[in-house]
């Protein structure tokens, strides 16, 4: 008798520990950044609160309490390069294509040579962030996979055209292909709203 | 004995399950409800919200969608009632309830009140690469718009090629010499097979507003509401605009600005600085009613 319990308790707590940790442990984990200097901003408050409701609607495990505001570049390329789930990443910052920063100190500024790791979903949101090359998309490692894409921007974009596309992107993500989803929050735009995408277009972003 | 192994067992259950909610677990900070008279603004969740379909005439809805997908030229596919989701959704953004209808194909969107269509998204993932010129791609985007709209008030403001299949086109409603970013028609679309990918059309009205403050006056009120010691030289243009929160304080977590339901007519004072600052001056009250700044910096 007494063995014939042992047996049932160890497998059903077999079967709690599993279905626990299906239901709690998400795969993929996004930390979305601010720059200190833009939080006066209220684009880009709004930006980030699309950007978190968002990346929460496509499955991922948000860390820390919504976004983080960040000035300087070692706390951020501590996420990026930490081994873990963490596959998904978004900053708010000034840019362009070869850098971004969350202070107006070159020697805070991140260069796609620092970034490592195989991303599955990166936006970065800064200007320029996805011009004439593709340094940054090749850094994340999301070209030439499926189920992987860098997005951001062809061009110099505002804070306000970044509010006003994710505003529209928030509510069609997940439900197409990504390269449609960011045509049609880019058509919605009153704004320039210079949109690209590296890596898999036909995936719907969905965490994995 | 077999009470207390029973009674340990079930301790230990206990201990697992809340040990392993808290390692695993995603928590939220639970978001506090104050402040939300703060004027404009709206909650994440309250932004686009789900309502009950269960009066919306399914077939109907169907009926007008395809009206819009055959006269505007936008696919040859078809919504089969028995493969298609209905759902209508309250954009409290913008103001609207929006009727969504979709199928493995394509997404439409009407707007629920006017039965106007809103939006088209084709989810095919691959389309014939562009070889064609710039100048026959505009003339192909001209050939779409025209199956949409032939009143001859728009203009085409944007053609963008996206990548090596898509192009970007998108046409303003024009008010004399100004246009109007409120009222657009907006496509991407496969040039060499004259697809379209996706479609929006918006219908932000132009208030029409009359010129009651002069450039000059624009001027100093542009240098008034930054610091005065700061002499960055500006350009000023008249435009229609739709004002936004750009000069307003940033909310907290979880919420975001409403959208102004009309376009004005404003003098935009382009500062020369780093951010390259815009600042709204509305042209009728001299109030400022929007701002914006680049993401961008020097490097």
């Known amino acids: ?208 | 004995m077999n009470k207390k192994i029973l009674i340990i067992s079930l301790c230990i259950i206990l201990l697992v399950i809340v040990g392993s909610s808290i390692v695993f677990a995603d928590f939220h900070i639970s978001e506090t409800k104050e402040n939300l008279a703060l004027k404009n603004s709206i909650s994440i969740e309250e932004s686009y919200v789900q309502v009950n379909t269960r009066s919306i005439n399914a077939k109907e809805n169907i009926q007008l969608a395809e009206y819009y997908l055959t006269t505007f030229n936008l696919t040859d596919k078809k919504f089969n009632a028995n493969e298609t989701t209905i759902a209508v959704f309250n954009n409290n953004l913008e103001s609207l309830t929006e009727t969504v209808i979709s199928n493995s194909d394509m997404i439409v969107k009407l707007n629920s009140e006017t039965g106007d269509l809103i939006s088209y998204i084709n989810n095919k993932t691959t389309f014939e690469k562009n070889t064609l010129s710039k100048a026959i791609v505009r003339e192909r985007a001209l050939e779409i718009f025209k199956n949409i709209e032939n009143e001859g008030k728009y203009e085409l403001i944007l053609l963008e090629q996206f990548d090596d299949e898509i192009y970007q086109a998108k046409f303003c409603k024009k008010y004399g010499e100004y246009v109007n970013p409120g009222e657009l028609i907006s496509f991407s679309f496969a040039p060499q097979t004259l697809e379209v990918v996706t479609f929006a059309r918006k219908s932000v009205p132009f208030a029409n507003n009359e010129i009651k403050i002069s450039e000059s006056q624009a001027r100093t009120i542009a240098e008034e509401y930054f610091d005065k010691s700061s002499k960055y030289s500006m350009s000023i243009s008249l435009e229609i605009v739709q004002p936004n929160a750009g000069a307003a304080e940033p909310l907290e977590n979880n919420f975001v600005y409403q959208k102004a339901t009309q376009t004005r007519l404003a003098y935009v004072c382009k500062f020369n600085n780093s951010s390259a600052t815009k600042l709204y001056i509305d042209s009728t009250t001299g109030q400022v009613i929007g701002m914006d700044i680049i993401l961008g910096g020097a490097f």
């Open chain 1, 1 to 208: 008798m007494k063995k014939k319990i042992s047996k049932v308790l160890i497998i059903a707590l077999i079967l709690i520990v599993v279905l626990q940790i299906s239901s709690f442990a998400a795969t993929d984990q996004v930390k979305l950044f601010l720059s200190s200097e833009l939080t006066s901003s209220s684009y880009a408050t709004d930006t980030m609160n699309y950007a978190v409701s968002t990346f929460r609607t496509l499955g991922y495990n948000i860390i820390g309490s919504n976004y983080t505001v960040a000035s300087l570049k070692a706390p951020v390329l501590d996420y990026i390069n930490e081994s873990g789930n963490n596959y998904a990443f978004f900053n708010f910052s000034h840019g362009a294509s070869n850098a971004f920063w969350f202070m107006s100190d070159r020697a805070q500024y991140i260069f796609p040579s620092e970034v490592s790791g195989n991303w599955h979903l990166v936006f970065l949101n800064h200007c320029y962030s996805l011009a004439t090359n593709t340094q940054f998309a090749q850094a994340f490692n999301t070209i030439g996979y499926t189920n992987r894409a860098s997005l951001g921007w062809f061009d110099e974009v505002t804070d306000g055209a970044s509010a006003e596309w994710w505003s529209y992107f928030k509510n069609v993500a997940g439900t197409t292909n990504l390269r449609s989803a960011c045509l049609a929050a880019a058509d919605n735009c009153a704004r320039y709203t210079p949109i690209r995408i590296y890596g898999d277009t036909t995936w719907t972003g969905h965490a994995w």
